[in-house]
């Protein structure tokens, strides 16, 4: 069991390097600037920012405001400690700013209205914040119940720290869904032990390259669920892999966030390499998938508009992810990626403010011949096409 220093040196040691890599992008848009021949540049702007900072994200200003307003430079600012935005040149005249001021004044407003929780109210920053704690300590309370696991320990004790996990995993999901945030269990799960609830079967996912990637039988459970929709699924993944080389180790049966279908879940095996699932939701009516699907698609709500357009989104979460070896790697390229949000690709990926999102929307949209921005190809073609046989 790794000891709470260690815990807090490599927590302190992914800060330091993100922090290098935004400060480093900062200076190549400097460089950019200069040889366009602008002193203005547009910041970045995401969804649930330090109050501090979204008073100046997605907004245009000269390199002087950068510092005076922006605070680059300094430990709280542009680029300071822990701050995933960076700015790109622009162009006045010639380039178009991403987010109009009154869409962020709008965006301010609804992230600054609090929202309660069990007595208590949260703005989005504070709701986001919460979540990540949450996620913390249920990663604390996986790994004593391996310890307890590893020890021997008497099965009763065992089953009541599950039982607690379990309690802790009910009540993240509750405060997500009243907060209106997307669950985030891969923070969970990237821990590499996977499932450690009462009543079900602990494991460390071990992946044999020979293994058979296909539906597992417990998807039977699912209501509405036939040979025929399993074997649609499997069509959907060879599909996919017959355009690219798509690393996918396992598919899973899990609890997942209302109103979910699919999902990509990155794991860590045995040797603490870096692997992924793709998880079905176990509590889907799969009779009414397909109508579901068609009906987002209609409202604009979601990309896709078939069974394969939703795996497809989730392989492209795969793709961004595979070539990284470990833990350290993917929460880097996560954190660059979530830097690249695009909006206006679909009212879920809008809703989520991450780049991760609006990529796999794009690429749905891109696969079917849709269009989409010229950046998003450009996105699409540093991450994912490089995969196509």
């Avoid at 990540?132 to 300590?137: D, K, N, V």
């Avoid at 307890?148 to 720290?161: E, F, I, N, Y």
């Avoid at 009462?198 to 071990?206: A, E, M, W, Y």
């Avoid at 540093?382 to 046989?389: A, F, L």
Wanted: aromatic share 10%; glycine share 6%.
């Amino acid at each position: 069991m790794r000891n709470d220093y260690a815990n807090r040196i490599e927590v302190a040691s992914r800060r330091a390097v993100m922090t290098g890599l935004t400060q480093l992008s900062g200076k190549i848009a400097e460089y950019n600037a200069e040889k366009l021949g602008t002193e203005y540049f547009e910041v970045e702007w995401h969804a649930g920012a330090r109050p501090t900072h979204t008073i100046w994200q997605g907004r245009v200003w000269s390199q002087q405001q950068l510092y005076d307003v922006c605070g680059l430079g300094t430990v709280i600012g542009l680029c300071g400690a822990n701050c995933y935005h960076t700015y790109f040149p622009f162009v006045p005249g010639v380039s178009v700013r991403t987010y109009t001021d009154d869409w962020l004044d709008e965006q301010n407003w609804k992230e600054s209205e609090p929202t309660e929780f069990r007595g208590k109210e949260y703005t989005l920053y504070e709701a986001k914040q919460r979540q990540r704690q949450m996620e913390t300590a249920m990663r604390a309370q996986r790994e004593k119940v391996q310890m307890l696991q590893d020890g021997d320990a008497d099965p009763d004790d065992v089953m009541l720290a599950k039982c607690k996990y379990q309690g802790q995993l009910d009540e993240y999901a509750r405060f997500s869904k009243q907060m209106g945030l997307k669950q985030e269990r891969e923070r969970i799960y990237i821990d590499g032990r996977w499932r450690v609830a009462p009543g079900r079967i602990d494991k460390k996912l071990n992946v044999v390259n020979t293994m058979k990637i296909s539906v597992p039988r417990d998807a039977y459970k699912i209501k509405g669920m036939t040979s025929e929709a399993k074997h649609e699924i499997e069509a959907a993944i060879n599909n996919l892999k017959k355009e690219y080389d798509i690393r996918l180790d396992l598919i899973e049966v899990a609890k997942m966030e209302v109103g979910d279908i699919f999902g990509a879940a990155p794991y860590l095996d045995d040797r603490g390499k870096l692997r992924f699932a793709l998880v079905i939701n176990e509590d889907i009516d799969y009779n009414v998938v397909k109508k579901k699907i068609q009906r987002r698609y209609d409202k604009g709500r979601f990309a896709g508009k078939s069974i394969e357009d939703y795996i497809a989104h989730e392989m492209a979460h795969i793709m961004t992810y595979q070539d990284c070896k470990n833990e350290a790697e993917f929460r880097t390229r996560q954190r660059i990626v979530e830097r690249q949000f695009m909006q206006g690709i679909s009212q879920y990926a809008d809703k989520t403010g991450k780049g991760e999102e609006s990529l796999a929307e794009a690429f749905v949209r891109y696969r079917n011949k849709e269009k989409i921005p010229i950046r998003a190809e450009l996105l699409i073609r540093s991450y994912i096409e490089r995969w196509k046989k």
